[in-house]
């Protein structure tokens, strides 16, 4: 029953936020990995991206160098492109390491 579920206080539970954010091309799925408690201080930023391909395959793990808290991947699937809180007045871009 979704109501039973839908009247649970979340943050009571230990419920978990998994990912904040998510973007797809033809090719893949990314994520963006946050992994912490629904009670924890809402951030959603984070500095890890986890790509799957469509058929549910996990392809990689992405490390970023700073947090994030938005982005996109180009169309060809060789660069993120992201707002970070190191520099919310800038474009962050990183390059997908494919090899």
Known sequence: NNKKY???NL???????????IRSTSGYIYALYWGSEVSSPREDYASVLHV????GTPVMTLELD??????D??????QIIA???ADVDNLFMADIPWD
């Open 11 to 21: 943050y009571d539970e230990g419920f978990l936020t998994y990912y904040v954010s």
């Open 83 to 85: 707002v970070s809180l």
């Open 66 to 71: 700073r947090p994030i808290y938005s982005f």
């Open 6 to 8: 839908f009247e649970k």
């Open 52 to 55: 799957w391909k469509w058929d």
């Open 73 to 78: 991947v180009t169309p060809d699937n060789k």
